[in-house]
């Protein structure tokens, strides 16, 4: 049991507690052994990205091949004007009248595992689209079962079906730190602003952890990103100060989180057994 800092008792305190951890370390040395870690995974990031990159280009080389609504949507992004892009996609969707949500899931689901779309992008057009709360809830449920896809389909085709995008080595690295920081470190690779999300779920389809687990991580992993661009989109013609403030919030609740990933991964491991 941890003994107070003031009196020298025991105490089972937060503060006791963080003063015991290396919570109260000095923020260099943890950013130290953070960019540390960081640099052990940067093959998965890179190999993650390839794929991304791969699955890009596939689905560009398909565009003759998919439904003529989904290329009238890709021309939409295409433009060059930010404002009449964005009119422009809020228009082809209030043309779908009461199917659009339906429409819109199709959209996220497709960006989640063919890839030929930003996520960033569509987590903004359902914010700009259906409004904040719809907008979240609609990202939400488009990226978990677009995640859960990825993930089933290399659970059950095994490694045939991303030997040819990702080489053996950096499965390896990958299966690694999975093995070392189990689910923890999944989570962290959602929660960071910035990494290939949806190439590392048919990754992820490889380990030997619960699919339901790893659509449960997956999902409270993104959820703060996506909220930060949901509400982006939500507000991008109203107030554009408020926007700015909220990514930057996002940006720094990310970097904290990465800092003190210690702490989340303590509580992550006790919500999941």
């Known amino acids: 049991m941890l003994r107070c800092g003031l009196c020298g008792n025991p105490c089972q305190c937060l503060i006791c507690a963080a003063y015991g951890s290396d919570t109260m370390k000095p923020l260099s040395s943890r950013l130290e052994r953070k960019l540390r870690r960081l640099s052990a995974v940067l093959p998965v990031l890179l ?15 398909a565009r003759p091949y998919l439904p003529q609504a989904f290329g009238d949507f890709m021309a939409e992004l295409a433009r060059d004007d930010f404002e009449s892009r964005r009119l422009a996609i809020k228009a082809w969707f209030d043309a779908w009248g009461a199917v659009a949500a339906w429409v819109f899931l199709g959209v996220q689901f497709l960006q989640v595992v063919v890839a030929p779309i930003p996520g960033q992008v569509t987590g903004m057009v359902g914010g700009f689209v259906f ?12 990226n978990a079962v677009g995640s859960l896809t990825a993930m089933l389909l290399t ?3 095994g490694e045939k079906i991303m030997r040819p995008f990702v080489p053996r080595r950096i499965q390896e690295r990958f299966d690694a730190a999975m093995h070392r920081g189990g689910l923890n470190n999944f989570f962290m690779l959602f929660l960071l602003p910035g990494t290939p999300k949806d190439s590392i779920c048919f990754m992820a389809g490889l380990t030997r952890f619960p699919i339901w687990r790893l659509l449960l991580v997956n999902t409270l992993g993104r959820l703060p990103g996506l909220m930060v661009l949901t509400f982006t989109g939500a507000a991008i013609d109203g107030n554009l100060l408020a926007v700015k403030l909220v990514f930057g919030a996002g940006l720094l609740l990310a970097l904290v989180a ?13 919500f999941t057994g």
């Open 47 to 61: 190999g993650a990205l390839a794929v991304t990159g791969l699955l890009g280009l596939a689905a560009w080389l």
């Open 258 to 270: 990465w800092l003190f990933d210690e702490e989340l991964k303590e509580r992550l491991a006790r």
């Open 155 to 157: 659970r059950f085709f």
């Open 131 to 142: 409004g904040f709360w719809q907008g979240l809830a609609l990202n939400v449920v488009g």
